[in-house]
């Protein structure tokens, strides 16, 4: 005559389309004819949610540099860039900068002048919160192998949260397509020392530098994204 679970187990589709469900066991042969459609439709899903949100990260280091110098002037300047991927999509970091460096000296003066200008940008996951399903390290854990990330159209299968938790994957996919969370970051040294020469055993000199950096984070929301969509907040 059918089995009966408790309520959170009669929210999972192996429950819902169980054949010792009273809904099947009870049904008209069109109704169990349905089921075993949807049963089947199932068996024939199995998501690997680590392969869609995960990936082999990689990184380059790129630089050139020139130097030279006439009499009692030397100067060196250095450009790189430098691109690292994270494991998860949406997670990277590029940086450029700019080195330079002139040295001039005579009997009586020395200057060393240096300079590095850097520009930083860094994209982030959607959220790092350790129990948010914005979380994809957290998300891969939760989310059922028999739901599938995209629909016939190519379209995220996202949609209102569902209780068996089939809106997991692809609701974090929908909303890491279209939102954003990132820093810049622009930083800038300048350091110029001088040396004069008063006699053969005393020498006057100094200093001096300018260090700067600014960071600015942007973390945005996009309102075509599955939360903001299916919100029923005013």
């Known amino acids: ?10 929210t999972l589709p192996g429950w819902q389309l169980s054949q ?9 042969p069109a ?7 949807q049963r089947d439709s199932l068996k024939g899903i199995n998501t690997n949610w680590d392969d869609i949100f995960f990936r082999q990260g990689t990184f380059s280091n ?5 130097s030279g110098g006439t009499g009692k002037t030397r100067f060196y300047s250095n450009l790189g860039y430098y691109s690292e991927q994270g494991i998860i999509d949406r997670s990277d970091m590029k940086r450029l900068t700019l080195r330079n460096n002139v040295d ?16 930083v940008k860094r994209n982030f996951q959607e959220s790092g919160t350790s129990n948010s399903i914005a979380n994809p390290f957290l998300a891969t854990r939760l989310a059922v192998p028999y739901s599938v990330p995209f ?3 190519g379209s995220f299968a996202s949609g209102a949260p569902q209780l068996d938790g089939r809106n997991i994957g692809p609701n974090l996919l929908d909303a890491m397509n279209w939102n954003e969370n ?3 970051q622009l930083k800038a040294v300048v350091g110029l020392t001088a040396t004069y020469k008063i006699t053969d055993n005393i020498y006057a000199g100094g200093t001096v530098g300018i260090d700067f950096r600014e960071t600015q984070g942007t973390t945005y929301s996009d309102p075509r994204n ?6 029923t907040a005013i």
């Open 1 to 10: 005559l059918g089995t009966i679970l408790p309520a959170s187990a009669a």
């Open 20 to 28: 010792l469900n009273p809904t099947y066991v009870g049904g008209t």
């Open 31 to 37: 109704v169990r004819a349905a089921i075993d459609r």
């Open 62 to 66: 790129n630089e050139i540099g020139i």
């Open 104 to 119: 001039y000296s005579d009997d009586k003066l020395s200057l060393q002048l240096s300079s590095q200008l850097g520009y």
């Open 151 to 153: 629909r016939a159209d």
């Open 182 to 184: 990132y820093n810049d």
């Open 226 to 231: 599955v939360y903001a969509r299916t919100s």
